[in-house]
């Protein structure tokens, strides 16, 4: 998985605490993204960032923070965790972000909302 | 937004056969690519074709566009038990955005023994 951890790759939580992920990348890639994966929905864009403290909303921000105080670290937090956020959390990489560029992906992390 | 859409949404054949997924886009794009999921997985790149391309192969992999009908087709051939897994297409605007990538919600390719 190209040089990209993500922790932790599983959790339970109960609705209304924080939850933080963790993507960590070994490739001196200048963008990382955040994705989540569902049923019927395939991968949609959380957030993104194009540099360190550099960050951008995606298509389904809502109720997700991100962090990125280090070139090989994005923090995804969700201040107060609901139901509707259980699914499968994937961190992705890119060299430059430009277009046509491959996207390098972790190994995602489940997280399940009770 | 969904910008692709992929047909079908699951697909089950014998080793040895042609499997064949589309992949149907609504807006311009600059670039369409094909990743592959294995269960419990992060995804992974196979290949890229730019709008101004027609075919593109790679191994047992052929990659169709058709920009006027705003269609894609991966197809690979001769397939193996180890192809199993769900293929997506991601397609790259035209307009500002090129940062991102937009998803399709994938075709579940299951290659019997």
């Known amino acids: 998985d190209a040089g990209i951890t993500q922790s932790p790759r599983h959790k339970v939580t109960e609705t209304g605490t924080p939850v933080t992920l963790r993507c960590h990348q070994t490739e001196n890639h200048r963008y990382m993204y955040w994705y989540r994966q569902d049923p019927g929905h395939g991968l949609r864009l959380i957030h993104y960032s194009y540099g360190v403290k550099d960050t951008d909303k995606g298509e389904v921000s809502d109720g997700y923070s991100v962090s990125r105080s280090k070139t090989e670290d994005f923090l995804l937090t969700l201040e107060s965790a609901t139901s509707s956020q259980t699914s499968v959390y994937f961190c992705?990489?890119?060299?430059?972000?430009?277009?046509?560029?491959?996207?390098?992906f972790g190994p995602g992390t489940r997280l399940l909302v009770l | 937004s969904q910008q692709g859409e992929e047909d079908p949404q699951a697909l089950s054949i014998q080793e040895g056969e042609n499997a064949t997924m589309n992949c149907s886009y609504k807006t311009s794009i600059n670039n369409l690519q094909w990743y592959r999921q294995n269960s419990g997985r992060g995804l992974v790149h196979l290949i890229l074709?730019?709008?101004?391309?027609r075919e593109k192969h790679s191994g047992r992999l052929r990659v169709t566009l058709d920009t006027s009908k705003k269609s894609s087709s991966l197809l690979i051939t001769a397939s193996r038990a180890a192809d199993t897994a769900s293929y997506f297409c991601?397609?790259?605007?035209?307009?500002?955005?090129?940062?991102?990538?937009?998803f399709g919600k994938g075709t579940l390719l299951t290659v019997n023994p």
């Open positions: 991601a397609t790259d605007g035209s307009g500002g955005s090129n940062y991102k990538l937009t």
């Open positions: 074709i730019r709008s101004n391309e």
């Open positions: 992705a990489i890119s060299e430059f972000g430009g277009r046509g560029e491959t996207q390098y």
